[in-house]
C-alpha cells in the first residue's frame, strides 16, 4: 500500500476524488496524462471520467466489454452505474480515443488502442487478440453508394478450438 501514497498525494493535490483503490496496481497513463488527453479529445475530464479512463488505459492496450469495464470498477470502488460506463465507453468512442468492435451480436467490445488493426476473435472464450501485423490487403472493394467514402476495412477472423483439441 505504501507505494500507493505518492499517486494518492498527486490526487488529492489535483483535487481528483478517485478512490484509491482504483488505481492499485495500476501502470501508465498518469492522471495529468489522462486529464490532458481528455481535454484534447473535447471531453471534460469529471471524477468518473477519470476514474474509468485510469481503468481503460492504465494497463496498455486491450479489449473490454461494459460489463467487464463495470466489473473491474466495483472490484476498485469507482461508484458508477453500468449506464455510466456504457455512456463513458461510447463518448470515449466519439472522441477517438476507443475504438468499438463488431463481433458478436450480444455484446460490444472496445479496443484501447483506436489505430487501424486486424483482431481475432476466440469464439468458445469471448476473447480478442489484435492480429499480428502481416500486411493484410483486402483487394476489390466495392464501390460506395452515391456520396459515401469508405472510412476503413476492419478483418475479423474467428477461431475455434478443432474438435478434441485441447486448451494449453
Given amino acids: 500500500m505504501s507505494n500507493l501514497l505518492p499517486l494518492q498525494a498527486m490526487l488529492n493535490a489535483r483535487g481528483a476524488s478517485v478512490d484509491s483503490a482504483s488505481v492499485a496496481g495500476r501502470r501508465g497513463c498518469p492522471l495529468s496524462d489522462l486529464r490532458d488527453r481528455l481535454r ?11 476514474s474509468l479512463g485510469w481503468l481503460l488505459f492504465g494497463r496498455g492496450d486491450r479489449h473490454l466489454t461494459a460489463e467487464m469495464l463495470y466489473d473491474e470498477a466495483m472490484r476498485a470502488k469507482v461508484p458508477v452505474s453500468l449506464a455510466t460506463v456504457y455512456n463513458t465507453l461510447h463518448q470515449f468512442t466519439e472522441a477517438g480515443l476507443l475504438r468499438q468492435l463488431a463481433l458478436d451480436g450480444s455484446k460490444a467490445y472496445f479496443d ?3 489505430s487501424e488493426h486486424h483482431h481475432f476473435f476466440l469464439e468458445d472464450e469471448g476473447q480478442v487478440l ?15 453508394p452515391e456520396g459515401m467514402e469508405i472510412a476503413g476495412v476492419e478483418v475479423i477472423v474467428r477461431l475455434r478450438r478443432r474438435h478434441g483439441a485441447r486448451a494449453s
Fill in 112 to 114: 484501447t488502442n483506436p
Fill in 40 to 50: 484534447r479529445a473535447g471531453l471534460r475530464p469529471t471524477r468518473q471520467r477519470l
Fill in 130 to 144: 489484435d492480429m499480428p501485423d502481416c500486411g493484410i490487403t483486402v483487394d476489390s472493394l466495392p464501390d460506395a
